[in-house]
């Protein structure tokens, strides 16, 4: 024994070193949802261009500043565009928009006016109804509504460039200019539009605090001045701030309560903290262990898989407790003979344990991959380190206290195995059944990621009102138009807009946003020409001067200029956003952005990408969402057949029957817990599936446990499986209370499955009752 | 010189047709008998425009009707049929019974905004029209001038008008509308009448400013 304590020393002793090793090589943690996509669905290029489009997305904020007071909200408004240059945290603040900045995209068109038409007078045109423009022209000379002097006339003769501006879908067209800042009115309240894009990684913490800090320090000042004022905020950083703010208040406070109640309930146990270090140091070495293969076996290590696997090797802390329990009693003995009382349970609850999680290995997916590699691992080490060390760190005498706790454990069994509770065993039965039935009716699926964020309500509220008041939405999903040259750019995102604004029109989308929406492609522009000068021109225009008695000719030739390009989108220009829809363009190809808002139906939109050559439709909240979805699906499945693998080892020790009996706690653990979660209208997610994988090892040893048990240790054992199940409740159960829906739902799971696995454990045994 | 055009062009086009309108609307009703809700008022108009390089003067003549709440319809019947219609919702201009133009509210703010002007007018409040202009009257009941000028010359939108002039006795007589760039409108109008009976047909679909099913 002491040999193999040396030698299993000697392993830890290496593992430490080679993680020293690769913690000063630096480690990364993978944080990108996509890494957990099996490798052939990844695509590095879009996830590049995904990567910089929600990247700027992500940087820029919306701030509404308001007041009764039209004043007080331009003071306002100045003051914290003021702030925020000042700050060193911004790249581009926009308050003051150039008066003149309509004036400049007027310039930017006019030359090429004759290439440019609405969709709808493209249409006239094309079905031969030039003369409804002609008309219109005519009406817009004569009537109130004149736009024209002779000079328009003779350049523009059939005002089309003033028809082609009024259609532009300008982003911010519920807003005007009201002396240089942007601005609207909502009954009595103005308000005015600040833009400000960040220059630093909005999701880092550190960015965060200052940058909130002096946005809210700047808010507090001007309230002290104008208790009235109000400023709306939309970006991601506010919301990334707040869910920070709230899941590290609430971890702080989930860990001290379960911190203290886990001390508390080791002292009221052992009188003695012991037991706890014993605990810990195996969690730890198994870590560790963990850590270090994952680290060397794939380089690196997904923080999903890391959160998760440290979980599931916290199971071990159940093996543990089965040992320092049996220091419990008289005839407890030396720690060898303890470790030896208990060792067949705990060798087949850590087999079982070690099956399931390894069944993961079988997905076709990197992160469960990694979890499998690093809970089987850090399980292993767990396990050796309590068969090998905790003997010989562990020298105290029998505890003999503990009569009355051991009597009070022992009620779950009596529960099970005496005659006079057969009326309330059926009755529990029954209830369970009944329930779980009743629940298994309300069972409803949720893969959708944005549902297991808490977002705070208070910011959820600011971008609808920031939505209604503005048109401006903070979308995330995006089309990826990628062709080999840049006109064909423009083409393809022509191909995409008919489709698109049908889709609009149906409700799939809210709008759209691309750059052939304000530069059409030079082939459009050609064509829109020809159609110009051929069934425009050509048929009215003389009579049309005539009627209006312009005279020293037309200088409407349609064949003046070059043609507009996105080029001429200069950086002061009002249309300078539309630049960060251009992630590429030179010798290697072009790559365009078409922005989404308010996608309802993804399935339409995918379909849309899917029809026109040189698309895909990037929606990252989507993705991440088909992901767990698929995870979810994986994980379920693996459950069963992690059972099917565990039964010739349980064959192997106790028979086909006595196999069965150990296999149904944790099976109506496992089928129970999420009913039972769903009757409190929990949904089941990846996070349930995740949670049962835990349960349905948990169900396994607590099973185990019971099993094995000698008569005469059973108040022990039965102590262990309380000690267990009250820790699992301490650490993992507690997660319930957060509001994280994700987090919450892992939680709830664990939770009842883990009440439920112990509840029914003693049936794994052969009861007197027959049960 | 490209510039010089290009700007007209784009503020006149979105903001020009609704300053002017609404400048009718407000001279009838502000100067006029102030509309009841659910009176109308049924007119006649001649309109002659002088363009700054053309030779002859434009002219034209139809109807309007005005709903308080509702909105406005100028109908041309000479020299070519046509329809505008302003509500709240939007500016329509239809011929020959099919849409040629439609320039939506959302979209578009300024009609909104003039539409505020227009409504505020309708129960005898002037506060929006004094946020862009200064209004000026002369004269007593049976014979009165206003002379409205932009409050903000500078202002690209309302700097284009340099003045709007309104004459009239028991109702508005005419408007003249003289703009920056040396263009010129005037308006008579003929014939009106207030009317209380509620807008049917037609009239009354064109102001439906609710969305078609």
């Known amino acids: 024994m002491k040999i193999a304590a040396l030698a299993w020393g000697l392993v830890v002793a290496a593992a430490c070193v080679m993680l020293l090793l690769q913690l000063h090589k630096g480690v990364k943690l993978q944080t990108d949802m996509t890494a957990l996509l099996p490798t052939e669905e990844r695509d590095t290029f879009g996830q590049s261009a995904k990567d910089r489009v929600t990247g700027i997305l992500a940087q820029r904020v919306f701030i509404l500043i308001g007041d009764d007071d039209r004043s007080n909200a331009r003071a306002g408004g100045a003051a914290l565009a003021k702030a925020l240059e000042d700050s060193g945290m911004t790249a581009a603040v926009t308050y003051r928009i150039r008066q003149d900045s309509l004036k400049s995209l007027g310039a930017m068109y006019f030359p090429y006016r004759f290439g440019l038409l609405t969709a709808a007078d493209r249409e006239r045109l094309q079905q031969n109804h030039g003369a409804q423009i002609v008309d219109r022209a005519i009406a817009s000379v004569y009537g109130p509504s004149s736009i024209a002097d002779a000079n328009l006339l003779q350049r523009d003769p059939f005002l089309l460039i003033p028809e082609f501006l009024t259609n532009l879908p300008m982003p911010v067209a519920q807003l005007t200019p009201d002396d240089g800042v942007l601005s609207t009115r909502d009954g009595n309240q103005t308000w005015v539009l600040l833009v400000a894009q960040m220059n630093g990684n909005v999701y880092s913490g550190a960015f965060q605090e200052r940058f909130i800090s002096a946005f809210n320090a700047t808010e507090h000042k001007l309230r002290a001045t104008m208790p009235h004022l109000q400023v709306l905020r939309v970006g991601a950083i506010f919301y990334a701030h707040a869910g920070a703010k709230s899941a590290t208040e609430e971890t702080t406070r989930l860990s001290i309560v379960s911190l203290l109640g886990t001390i508390v309930l080791i002292l009221i146990v052992f009188r003695a903290l012991r037991p706890l270090w014993l605990t810990l140091l195996a969690i730890a070495v198994g870590v560790l262990c963990a850590f270090a293969v994952c680290l060397s076996i794939f380089g690196g290590i997904h923080v999903a898989a890391l959160l998760f696997g440290v979980s599931l090797i916290g199971i071990s802390i159940d093996y543990c407790l089965q040992y320092v329990c049996a220091g419990f009693g008289a005839e407890a003995g030396l720690p060898n003979e303890r470790l030896h009382q208990v060792l067949p349970g705990i060798t087949l609850g850590v087999a079982t344990t070690l099956i399931g999680y390894a069944t993961l290995l079988l997905a076709p997916f990197t992160g469960l991959h990694q979890l499998a590699v690093f809970s089987a691992v850090g399980l292993l080490g767990s396990f050796l380190t309590i068969v090998l060390w905790l003997p010989f760190l562990d020298r105290r005498k029998p505890l003999l206290h503990g009569a009355l706790i051991l009597a009070t454990a022992n009620l779950l069994w009596e529960f099970w195995a005496a005659a006079r509770y057969s009326r309330w065993r059926w009755g529990l039965i029954a209830l369970v059944a009944i329930l779980t039935i009743v629940g298994a009716t309300r069972l409803r699926f949720d893969d959708d990621v944005r549902h297991q964020q808490a977002l705070a309500s208070s910011l959820r509220n600011q971008e609808s009102q920031i939505r209604r008041l503005t048109g401006i939405s903070g979308g995330t999903e995006f089309l990826l138009v990628r062709v080999p040259d840049r006109d064909g750019a423009l083409q393809t995102e022509e191909a995409l807009q008919s489709r698109l604004t049908s889709a609009e029109q149906d409700g799939a989308i809210r709008g759209f946003q691309s750059i052939a929406q304000f530069i059409p492609s030079i082939a459009r522009q050609r064509e829109d020409r020809g159609l110009v000068h051929d069934k425009l021109m050509l048929p009215y225009l003389a009579s049309y001067y005539q009627r209006l008695s312009v005279t020293g000719g037309a200088q409407a030739d349609t064949d003046t200029a070059g043609f507009l390009t996105p080029d001429a989108i200069s950086d002061d220009s009002p249309l300078s956003f539309l630049r960060n829809l251009i992630l590429e363009s030179d010798a290697s190809g072009t790559m365009h952005v078409v922005l989404l808002t308010g996608i309802s139906r993804p399935d339409e939109i995918r379909r849309i990408a899917e029809a026109v050559p040189g698309v895909r439709f990037v929606d990252p909240a989507g993705d991440v969402t088909r992901l767990l979805g698929e995870y979810r699906r994986r994980a379920t499945i693996l459950i069963a057949v992690s059972v099917i693998l565990m039964m010739p080892v349980l064959i192997w020790r106790y028979g086909l029957r006595g196999s069965l009996r150990v296999a149904l706690p944790p099976a109506i653990a496992v089928l129970a817990a999420a009913p039972l979660v769903a009757l409190a209208g929990v949904t089941f997610t990846f996070f349930n599936a995740m949670a049962l994988v835990l349960v349905l090892s948990i169900g396994f040893d607590y099973a185990v446990f019971c099993r094995e048990s000698k008569p005469s240790r059973r108040p022990a054992t039965m102590l262990g499986v309380w000690l267990a199940m009250l820790t699992t409740l301490l650490s993992f159960g507690l997660l319930v209370l957060s509001s994280t829906y994700a987090v919450h739902a892992f939680g709830a799971t664990l939770l009842v499955g883990t009440i439920m696995a112990f509840a029914f454990a003693p049936i794994a045994s052969d009861l007197d009752e027959g049960f | ?213």
Request: glycine content about 8%; aromatic content about 6%.
């Open chain 2, 1 to 213: 010189m490209t510039r010089r055009i290009a700007w007209p062009v784009v503020a006149i086009v979105t903001v020009f047709p609704i300053l002017t309108l609404t400048s009718v609307c407000f001279a009838e009703l502000a100067m006029g008998p102030t509309l009841a809700a659910g009176q109308t008022l049924h007119g006649r108009f001649v309109e002659e425009r002088h363009l700054k390089g053309l030779s002859s003067t434009l002219k034209s003549e139809g109807s309007f009707v005005l709903a308080p709440g509702k909105g406005l319809i100028w109908r041309m019947e000479q020299p070519i049929q046509t329809l505008t219609v302003i509500t709240p919702a939007a500016i329509r201009q239809i011929i020959n019974g099919s849409e040629v133009q439609h320039i939506d509210a959302a979209r578009v703010p300024f009609i909104a905004h003039f539409y505020d002007m227009l409504n505020g007018s309708l129960i005898g409040d002037w506060s929006a029209m004094r946020h862009d202009f200064v209004v000026k009257s002369t004269g007593d009941r049976q014979a009165w001038r206003t002379v409205l000028t932009p409050l903000q010359p500078d202002d690209p939108i309302a700097g284009m008008l340099a003045s709007i002039v309104i004459s009239g006795g028991k109702m508005v007589d005419s408007v003249d509308i003289n703009r920056t760039n040396g263009d010129s409108e005037h308006m008579a109008f003929l014939d009106q009448k207030v009317s209380n009976v509620p807008l049917v047909g037609e009239e009354a679909r064109l102001l439906d400013s609710r969305p078609a099913s």
